[in-house]
């Protein structure tokens, strides 16, 4: 056999032994395939149930995590604006509960004024006659009586007149005691009527005489007498206000010399625009504050002009304000408020148990269980005192009208301390 039948001889033989090699690896593989899937299958089945577990235990902890967060928020929505307070603490910082209900709304026009006197009470005292005052019984701010002495003058023409009144008064007696003889003489025929008739008429004349000058002496406060004393006398009960009057100062007739007042009644003055005439009218009730200090007294306007000032484009009004304990002293600047119009509302609440949130929600403190919770309200009419509420409270309902201030600031602590 030669060289190149030994080499093919031995290429046929390993390629013999490479395709047996391949068809045993392939049997193999196959084998392997066939088996995989039964083993395989196993194994990825329990992994498949135990992720398929995991995955059912996972999502139940993921639902209870919900359920717990769903809870915590819920409470957080109930406990939002919650200011909890025991009994005793609530009566520490003085928290007081009302009940809504309806209220009469009124709206209110408010106008400055001032106190004056009541001149209808009040009077300018003034000598009436010329002369010298002597003595001065009354000092400034004294409270006198009616016909109380203020002061003694000394008058020339007082004396004048009270010498006449003498002089008529002597005339009408001796023209009585004429007309007492002339008439019995006549009686008795022993003289003519002409004496008779005429006596008579001495008599009416002086009688007229003594009359006209007791006119005059009164006229001016004197009374009969036979000096030159004049006294000058109060004419009403009250307090001097005024006084001018020294000793020996000259006096006339138009003299100011005391302004005496009662007190028990002054007058609120104020200047009232065109705007405000349809609301301001004789009779109207009205309610008088001092600017000055805490007091307020009820009246009714008693005089509105009838006509505006050409100056001021204003009309002048007053209240007759009684003054029994003296408060209301003239100058003194006051608010006079009128009440214009009164509204029935079905719901309305005092006006200090307001409080705003954040500054912007008006709020009302409600009360809650532990405490007292923040409510959101809206907001109508008001006059100062009462407000009206539109909606957010019912009638009847409770709310704290006193101490609602330190609720909101416990609220406002509680907020805080649960942001951070």
């Known amino acids: 056999m030669s060289e190149k039948s030994n080499f093919e001889a031995a290429l046929s033989k390993r390629k ?24 395989a299958g196993g194994e990825s089945g329990a992994q498949h149930a135990e992720s398929g577990s995991h995955g059912d235990e996972e999502p139940h902890e993921t639902s209870s995590a919900g359920t717990e967060k769903k809870e915590e928020d819920h409470k957080d929505e109930e406990g939002e604006g919650l200011v ?10 003085g928290a007081s509960v009302a009940q809504a209900q309806a209220r009469a709304i ?12 009541d001149e209808d009470r009040t009077a300018h005292v003034v000598p009436r006659v010329t002369g010298v005052v002597a003595s001065v019984h009354a000092q400034l701010g004294q409270r006198i009586a009616k016909g109380q002495l203020l002061a003694v003058i000394q008058s020339a023409a007082v004396s004048d007149q009270r010498s006449e009144l003498l002089t008529a008064q002597k005339r009408l007696a001796l023209a009585k005691t004429t007309y007492t003889r002339e008439k019995q003489l006549w009686e008795e025929k022993i003289s003519a009527e002409q004496d008779y008739l005429q006596a008579q008429q001495a008599v009416q004349e002086a009688e007229i005489a003594v009359a006209n000058v007791s006119q005059k002496l009164a006229s001016i406060g004197a009374s009969a007498g036979s000096s030159n004393r004049y006294e000058l006398r109060s004419p009403l009960a009250g307090v001097v206000v005024e006084k001018h009057l020294t000793v ?9 010399s005391f302004t005496v007042s009662d007190m028990s009644s002054v007058w609120a003055e104020m200047n009232v625009s065109p705007p405000q005439l349809p609301f301001v009218r004789v009779g109207a009730a009205v309610t008088v504050r001092s600017t000055a200090f805490d007091s307020k007294a009820e009246g009714r306007i008693a005089y509105v002009g009838a006509l505006i000032g050409e100056q001021t484009r204003t009309a002048p009004a007053r209240v007759a304000l009684a003054n029994p304990q003296d408060l209301w002293r003239p100058g003194l ?5 009128v009440v214009a119009e009164q509204t029935e509302v079905p719901v309305a609440v005092e006006t200090t148990a307001i409080q705003r949130a954040d500054g912007k929600e008006s709020t009302l ?9 923040a409510q959101v309200v809206q907001l109508g009419r008001t006059d100062g005192r009462f407000t009206e509420i539109t909606s957010g409270l019912q009638p009847g309902q409770s709310y704290v009208k006193e101490g609602s201030f330190l609720l909101k600031l416990e609220l406002g602590k509680s907020s805080a301390q649960h942001t951070h």
């Not at 909890?84 to 910082?93: F, G, R």
């Not at 403190?365 to 919770?373: D, I, L």
């Open 16 to 39: 013999l032994w490479i395709a047996v090699a391949v068809i045993l690896a392939l049997s193999v593989g196959s084998a392997a395939l066939m088996l995989r899937p039964s083993g």
């Open 84 to 93: 909890k307070l025991t009994e005793a603490q609530s009566k520490t910082i």
């Open 106 to 117: 009124r709206k209110e026009v408010v106008l400055p004024g001032e106190i004056r006197f």
């Open 248 to 256: 020996g100062e000259s006096v006339t007739e138009s003299t100011p």
């Open 333 to 337: 600047f006051v608010e006079v408020t």
């Open 365 to 373: 403190f409600v009360p809650a269980e532990g405490g007292y919770k």
